[in-house]
């Protein structure tokens, strides 16, 4: 079973630092790309990043860039973000999900269950 | 970037009728559109990729149609399961984005 789990999310200060963990199995993990989407608190989806399936090309939403750095470990099946000067408006579940084979098939599927970045004094 | 314009933002409609969800890009993105449904509580679910295709396992009350800025996303006889929040996503360009969502809701 195609399989992502996401780990790391907590409360933070703002200014602060935080990287989020998704683990994936059922799928050869080098071959697909993947994304992060959050959501902050009773609003929608907003998508916040993809890798490449071989980490060569990466992009960004604006309201992160420069702060955030998505990366992957092939050998551990593991999908980072790195969240650095975190702000208020950075509260949100964050979910990965596996893109598709090809840079430029992204659909979002599946998702993991999220976890939850507060960012809060 | 592209704008996502989703309509409606809520409905309320009866078991067994027939729903009717509107995606508007604010450039051609061809048909490089995706539909996900989100459960309350729940993380969203691919239900429509590329526009029209049924991704494996979805019930075929749900469709999806439309190309270049307009896009149709329709249940054709709404069930209680169903309900939640449905959101549009292209893939046309970078960056990507989304829909402001379209909340069902069982009258």
């Known amino acids: 079973e195609v399989q992502v789990l996401e780990s790391g999310g907590r409360l933070v200060q703002p200014g602060g630092s935080l990287r989020l963990s998704c683990a994936a199995s059922?799928?050869?993990?080098?071959?697909?790309?993947m994304s992060w989407v959050r959501q902050a608190p009773g609003k929608g989806l907003e998508w916040v990043s993809v890798?490449?399936?071989?980490?060569?090309?990466?992009y960004y939403a604006d309201s992160v860039k420069g702060r955030f750095t998505i990366s992957r470990d092939q050998t551990k099946n593991t999908l980072y973000l790195q969240m650095n000067s975190l702000r208020a408006e950075d509260t949100a579940v964050y979910y990965c999900a596996k893109s598709g084979a090809n840079w430029g098939s992204f659909r979002f599927d599946p998702w993991g269950q999220g976890t939850l970045v507060t960012v809060s004094s | 970037d592209i704008q996502m314009t989703q309509s409606p933002s809520s409905l309320s409609a009866s078991v067994g009728d027939r729903v009717t969800i509107t995606c508007q890009a604010s450039?051609?993105?061809?048909?490089?559109l995706n539909w996900y449904q989100q459960k309350p509580g729940k993380a969203p679910k691919l239900l429509i990729y590329?526009?029209?295709n049924l991704e494996t396992g979805v019930p075929s009350r749900f469709s999806g149609s439309g190309s270049s800025t307009d896009f149709t996303f329709s249940i054709s006889s709404l069930q209680p399961e169903d309900i939640g929040t449905y959101y549009c996503q292209q893939y046309g360009h970078l960056p990507l984005t989304f829909g402001g969502g379209t909340k069902v809701e069982i009258k």
């Open positions: 890798i490449s399936g071989s980490a060569g090309s990466t």
């Open positions: 450039q051609d993105i061809n048909n490089y």
């Open positions: 059922g799928f050869t993990f080098s071959s697909y790309g």
């Open positions: 590329d526009a029209s």
